[in-house]
């Protein structure tokens, strides 16, 4: 399963599994402990997870805006649900950093049961009956997104590793490490601004 990398944390964790052909396993939980070169998760479901972190690991902070900061050439992710006439409905959105272009296309993600990830740039926006509809583009096609009122829409912003501690809720891609069997390895973690949790 083709995963998305968060933002310009996927900058970092791309760098990491360049050539990999497994696929990554995203990681959302708390941090229960963190050291210099390990990290350790724990989901909501399931036991701890232990994960290496690169030399040069970095912090995303993932920070609430208005839907309507969404513009015209904007480049986003978004969780969402397939509607049976060809949207999607967006279960949150992430906003890129200016110039980051990560994970293009529209592909099985695992936020919820039956959700894909779309990650492309925004062309027409309009207001619907059923929210902020966005004419996402990417190079394999073009997906209709609704954004419904009250869903989770954040910009990625940078962050320092301190931010990253004991009892923080986090999301990051854990790739299988090279020559390592069993063993998984990112380049970026990412938290919510004011302790929440990242939302994709």
């Given at each position: 399963m083709r995963l998305?990398?968060?933002?310009?944390?996927?900058?970092?964790?791309?760098?990491?599994?360049?050539?990999?052909?497994?696929?990554?396993?995203?990681?959302?939980?708390?941090?229960?402990?963190?050291?210099?070169?390990?990290?350790?998760?724990?989901?909501?479901?399931?036991?701890?997870?232990?994960?290496?972190?690169?030399?040069?690991?970095?912090?995303?902070?993932?920070?609430?805006?208005?839907?309507?900061?969404?513009?015209?050439?904007?480049?986003i992710g978004t969780s969402e649900i397939p509607q049976a006439d060809g949207s999607g409905k967006s279960l949150e959105v992430h906003v890129f950093p200016p110039g980051v272009k990560i994970g293009e296309g529209h592909y099985a993600w695992n936020l919820r049961k039956g959700s894909m990830m779309t990650n492309g740039t925004v062309g027409k926006v309009t207001v619907g009956a059923k929210g902020r509809e966005l004419q996402v583009s990417y190079p394999t096609g073009q997906r209709k997104i609704v954004v419904p009122p009250k869903v989770p829409v954040v910009q990625i912003t940078g962050g320092t590793r301190p931010l990253v501690k004991k009892g923080v809720l986090v999301f990051l891609l854990a790739f299988p490490k090279p020559g390592a069997a069993g063993s998984l390895i990112t380049g970026a973690v990412a938290v919510g601004e004011n302790g929440a949790a990242p939302p994709m």
């Open positions: 998305v990398l968060l933002a310009a944390a996927a900058l970092a964790i791309a760098s990491t599994a360049s050539a990999q052909p497994a696929a990554p396993l995203p990681l959302r939980g708390v941090v229960t402990q963190i050291d210099a070169g390990h990290i350790t998760v724990r989901p909501k479901a399931g036991k701890p997870v232990t994960v290496d972190l690169t030399p040069d690991w970095t912090v995303q902070v993932t920070k609430p805006i208005a839907v309507t900061e969404i513009k015209e050439g904007s480049f």
